[in-house]
């Protein structure tokens, strides 16, 4: 039980940052790494995505990536042969084993030092506990640009961007927005012609210690525009909330992206005093895919897809679930 809860709290705490990808990621695709040129240099970004003043070099060969949501937009923008290192997580959800790794919470930045990347990309997980272990690095001269977690969808598409700006990959970004927002628009048309709301509630941690997420987290707007109500929706951000308030409120759907416990719809389909909620007692428990619904980056469209599929089935009966067996991820 203790290492059970010990999982889920760095579960949750990965969550909070945006940056949790529990289940293995499926393969990004790549495509042709981005050339550089005069116009993209002069267009980039002089602060961070917190505000930070940043001086990127005139050319970026080499990068270290923090945070599993910024390696796999590099890995969509085509720079896989410039990254030089990555964190623990993002070796373990891509197919990246050959690459130096650093601990997101505790980096050893000496040893990042001796790498001399040309950019490094952070989140705010990384200075969770107050102290930013990677002011030796700015000390010393090394482009550090943190991305905190997205709030929104508007607010991750601005993260890609922001990426991309850096490292001159404006172009290949624009294109994969542009197929973003055409299926997240046809998503979003469907989900405001929704009248009769299905009522969900996302399990990012099971009980008894369930956390989920509130208003203010993309994942609330994800459910928003698919015409599904949030049960916590009334609640800011992510949150602890009890058994109780889970049955007393009664969702119709129950959606868990729990995957450090054998077979987590079973553990709520088996939970005593659930079996009057609306979504246990007509089996609407449902296991998505943990990177698509956590990694803030252009891959939340398949999340969206499999999550509309398993709320209203019939209504997106015409969308393609990208982890149904047999289609494409």
């Not at 927002?181 to 929704?194: N, P, V």
């Not at 553990?267 to 998505?288: C, F, K, P, Q």
């Amino acid at each position: 039980m203790k290492l059970r809860n010990a999982i889920a709290l760095v579960m949750v705490m990965l969550i909070l940052a945006a940056l949790t990808a529990c289940a293995p990621a499926e393969t990004t695709e790549q495509t042709s790494p981005p050339q550089q040129t005069e116009e993209t240099r002069d267009n980039r970004p002089d602060t961070d995505r917190s505000g930070n003043p940043i001086t990127l070099p005139d050319q970026v060969d080499s990068i270290i990536s923090m945070a599993p949501s910024a390696t796999q937009t590099l890995l969509d923008l085509g720079l896989r042969d410039k990254l030089i290192a990555i964190d623990t997580y993002s070796a373990m959800y891509f197919d990246l084993e050959d690459l130096p790794t650093f601990d997101m919470m505790e980096p050893d930045t000496e040893q990042m030092a001796v790498l001399n990347a040309d950019l490094i990309f952070t989140t705010g997980m990384s200075a969770s506990a107050g102290a930013d272990p990677f002011k030796p690095l700015r000390d010393i001269g090394v482009c550090v640009a943190d991305i905190p977690s997205a709030s929104g969808v508007d607010t991750m598409l601005e993260d890609t961007r922001f990426i991309a700006a850096c490292v001159g990959a404006q172009e290949t970004c624009e294109e994969l927005i542009a197929q973003f927002q055409k299926e997240l628009d046809e998503l979003s048309a469907i989900g405001a012609g929704i009248q009769d709301k299905k009522r969900v509630v996302v399990e990012i941690a099971c009980a008894p210690d369930i956390y989920t997420a509130g208003s203010g987290t993309f994942m609330n707007e994800m459910l928003t525009l698919l015409g599904a109500e949030n049960i916590f929706g009334d609640q800011e951000g992510f949150l602890a909330v009890t058994e109780e308030a889970v049955v007393t409120l009664n969702p119709d759907v129950i959606l868990t992206m729990v995957d450090y416990v054998d077979d987590p719809v079973a553990e709520i389909l088996g939970r005593t005093g659930w079996e009057h909620v609306t979504a246990v007692a007509n089996s609407d428990v449902y296991l998505v895919n943990t990177n698509a619904v956590s990694l803030p980056n252009l891959h939340v469209i398949d999340g969206m897809k499999q999550m509309a599929k398993m709320i209203y089935p019939d209504t997106y009966a015409g969308v393609e679930d990208p982890f149904a067996p047999g289609e494409a991820a």
